[in-house]
């Protein structure tokens, strides 16, 4: 159930290294406001990629 837009987000991003991947995420999420739907989707990705990045 993402949003269109976030997936694209996550898209883009994953041209990058994982650590500027995690950098741009908190950046895009300190730009939404609290309780905001793309923010906890946003959110998401950030936990999946440090999630990855611990496995690594």
Known sequence: ???TVVTC???RLKRLPRRH??????ALIGL???G???RDELSELLRE???DA???
């Open 49 to 51: 990629e440090i999630a």
């Open 36 to 38: 905001c739907g793309r």
């Open 9 to 11: 987000v996550a898209v």
């Open 1 to 3: 159930m993402k949003n």
């Open 54 to 56: 611990s496995i690594e």
């Open 32 to 34: 939404q406001p609290l």
């Open 21 to 26: 991947r995690i950098a741009h995420l908190r």
